[in-house]
């Protein structure tokens, strides 16, 4: 019975020797990412800089700095994104990632079709003096001469409809 116990605990210590044997120290994906706090400018200079070298990632919603702090508006939450935004910022203080459904391609792709939405019907009656991308809501906002809901209706069954639209007053631009 002894011996049983004894042949039980030898192959245990050898499969657990085995499991370990082998293994070296791989580093973590964090230690890749420098732990250096870096002021706001740096970070945006940086952020910047490495969508001007490799364009938007497809993940990018939009970004703003509020409070000396850069906020990212991303699609995916996963991991490996929030690694890739702090390898291209060089850091991973000041910066705080929120998701979002959309990202900014769908967003200026959107923009793209109420261009030509608004060149193609002509309808003086809206008054729409202009449309601009708001990053920092992660939006289209929509400059009307008149913010009435029978006016905003009309924009919608004439022009285009989304909830990713926010309409404001706008005032007609004079050109000299």
Not at 161 to 174: H, N, R, V
Request: charged content about 25%; hydrophobic content about 40%.
């Amino acid at each position: 019975m002894i011996w049983s116990y004894i042949k039980y605990i030898a192959v245990i210590t050898v499969v657990l020797m085995l499991s370990c044997a082998g293994r070296e120290k791989k580093p973590h994906v964090d230690e890749k990412i420098p732990q250096v706090t870096l002021s706001n400018k740096e970070v945006v200079r940086n952020w910047l800089s490495s969508i001007r070298q490799t364009g938007f990632p497809s993940y990018y919603g939009g970004a703003y700095v509020e409070n000396e702090v850069l906020y990212i508006w991303v699609t995916s939450g996963s991991y490996a994104v929030q690694e890739d935004i702090w390898q291209r910022c060089k850091t991973k203080n000041g910066i705080i990632i929120k998701p979002y459904a959309n990202s900014m391609a769908m967003l200026v792709g959107l923009m793209k079709t109420l261009d030509s939405l608004i060149v193609a019907d002509n309808h003086p009656e809206i008054k729409w003096y202009g449309h601009a991308l708001d990053e920092r809501h992660n939006r289209i906002i929509i400059k009307l001469g008149d913010v009435s809901n029978e006016n905003i209706l009309r924009f919608k069954k004439h022009i285009l409809d989304s909830p990713y639209f926010k309409y404001e007053k706008g005032e007609e631009a004079i050109l000299f």
